[in-house]
């Protein structure tokens, strides 16, 4: 991005926080459906200071990265493998659009049932509402390599192994990375949202809603900050990897 | 020496069997240059995916000096033409160089090598660049120059400067004549330019289509080295040329009014950014 246009989107954010403030300010609406930015700025800020909210983003942040990499580390080598087997995709592709559109919420006491309740649970119930969109990037990913890429590699004669890591890695990992990412963004969402509902498990979302309970707002609008903030950090660090290991794509796709 | 004895390839749709190449049957010895031409659609690449061991033909057999090869033979290079997707794009012109070499050799004489066969395609000082960032010219320069870093015994070339332009393959042209008269090998050159065919090669082999097979054996007996302008205004280059476009053009090697059964012309599946 040039420097033109993250400063266009910067000052594009101030404006709308700086409509929002006056549009509190002026009464628009009551503090308990919007308050003021500012305000939910202290609020958030003595709760971080009072050190509650901190444990809360601790707890979330542990299961965000655990279920995360759980689901890329299944999602990634299935996709693969699904994407370069046509045995194996012809065999697993219809129950995977099956499973896919399960809702995560849905199958919740399923998973307590079988797997109590616990960070195993919680865990596993995340990865699998964020590790779909991860195994279907690596396996589109795989699949749609050109073929000619492969074609040069056998007019080689490279080993398939070789062939694996120096034409199929390389070839397949912009869209994997792009499947990463908006995994990441699930697993923030269903992180929240199992924390929500489950009652148990404590970390931001427990937290935002317990708050919303207690009708402090701004508390609560404070820690759906926080997990925007969250998310945000993680995808960029994401983004920032994938420009490092693919620099080449950026240049290929004259980004 | 190549030879390719009764070679045929048939494509089975459903019950439609397409015969696209019958009874192929001929011998290059060493060192020779040979054009393949003949109609789009009459089996001119089929039959070099079938030498490069890229598919493999339903009956007949390919030998090598006597040793009949299956799969990717050692000795043997292909060249696409679809250069800019033959390309990796996740290496620089250096590393796409070296690919087929380094884990043969040491890496030090595999980036010697490499830099000798840059050089020699005349792409010096562009060894950091990715390919993307070269034109269409350069991209095969590159991939011919990956191709010699093996020191193939046999070079394959699939219409390599089809989708080229015309003084783009023009230098091309010469620059493949250069390198094959400092390092003979044998090179099987497929192409549909009837003028390229003559310009570049010792003897061109005429295929007809549908099916395809070798209609006429023509030795091309020009001067070497040859020239753009003289070799074309020479009287035996038009005499060549007539003969071969009256192979071509009549209706029993399928040429003019050529339907469209085959396979679809290669240059129509290049990527937007490979034209430039």
Redesign the interface.
């Given at each position: 991005m040039t420097k033109l246009s993250r400063l266009t989107g910067l000052i594009c954010l101030l404006a709308i926080v700086g409509l929002w403030e006056a549009v509190a300010r002026l009464g628009w609406v009551t503090p308990q459906q919007l308050p003021a930015p500012s305000i939910i700025a202290i609020a958030g800020w003595s709760d971080i200071a009072d050190g509650d909210m901190l444990g809360q983003v601790w707890l979330t942040a542990q299961h965000l990265v655990v279920s995360f990499t759980l689901a890329a580390v299944i999602g990634v080598p299935v996709g693969f493998a699904l994407g370069r087997v046509r045995l194996l995709y012809a065999a697993l592709e219809p129950m995977i659009e099956f499973l896919r559109p399960m809702p995560v919420i849905a199958i919740l006491p399923i998973a307590v049932l079988i797997l109590g309740l616990g960070n195993v649970m919680i865990d596993s119930v995340i990865a699998f509402g964020a590790g779909w969109v991860i195994l279907l990037h690596a396996m589109d990913g795989a699949r749609g390599i050109?073929p000619?890429?492969i074609?040069?590699g056998?007019?080689?004669?490279?080993s398939r192994l070789?062939r694996f890591v120096?034409?199929i890695l390389?070839?397949a990992a912009p869209q994997t990375f792009t499947g990463l990412r908006v995994g990441l963004g699930i697993a923030v969402i269903v992180t929240i949202v199992v924390e929500l509902v489950s009652g148990f498990a404590g970390g931001l979302g427990d937290y935002i809603g317990t708050l919303e309970g207690a009708l402090r707002t701004p508390e609560a609008y404070a820690g759906i900050g926080l997990v925007s903030l969250i998310g945000y950090a993680l995808g960029q660090s994401l983004l920032l990897l994938e420009h490092r290991l693919?620099a080449?794509?950026r240049?290929?796709t004259?980004q | 020496m190549l030879e390719v004895r009764k070679l045929c390839k048939t494509y089975t749709r459903g019950k439609q069997a397409n015969v696209v190449l019958a009874d192929i049957e001929f011998t290059v010895p060493e060192g020779q240059f040979v054009a393949v031409l003949g109609p789009s659609g009459g089996g001119k690449s089929t039959l070099l995916r079938c030498l490069?061991?890229?598919m493999d033909p339903t009956s007949g057999s390919i030998a090598i000096n006597g040793r009949v090869i299956r799969?990717?033979p050692?000795e043997m290079?292909?060249v696409?033409q679809?250069y800019s997707?033959?390309l990796?794009?996740?290496?620089r012109l250096l590393g796409n160089v070296t690919?087929?070499i380094e884990?043969a050799v040491p890496k030090k004489m595999a980036l010697e090598r490499a830099l000798a066969m840059i050089d020699l395609v005349g792409l010096t000082g562009f060894a950091g660049h990715?390919p993307?960032?070269l034109s269409g010219g350069m991209q095969q320069r590159a991939a011919i120059a990956r191709a010699l870093v093996?020191e193939p015994k046999f070079l394959l070339m699939d219409e390599p400067f089809g989708a080229l332009d015309a003084q783009t393959r023009i230098q091309l042209e010469d620059t493949l004549l250069r390198i094959w008269t400092e390092t003979p090998r044998t090179i099987v050159f497929v192409t549909h330019d009837i003028d390229e065919a003559i310009y570049l090669a010792d003897r061109v082999i005429v295929l007809g289509a549908r099916p395809g097979r070798v209609i006429e054996d023509v030795t091309i007996e020009l001067p070497r080295p040859r020239h753009q302008i003289e070799t074309k205004e020479d009287r035996r280059f038009a005499d060549y040329r007539r003969h071969l476009f009256d192979l071509i053009l009549t209706p029993s090697a399928g040429g003019p009014g050529a339907d469209g059964q085959g396979p679809a012309p290669k240059a129509a599946r290049v990527p937007a950014?490979a034209a430039e």
């Open positions: 050109d000619v890429l074609e040069t056998k007019t080689f004669r490279v070789r120096t034409i390389p070839a693919m080449w794509h240049g290929y004259r | 490069a061991g890229l799969g990717a050692q290079v292909y696409f679809e997707r033959s990796f794009p996740w290496r690919y087929p884990t990715y993307w960032e093996t950014n």
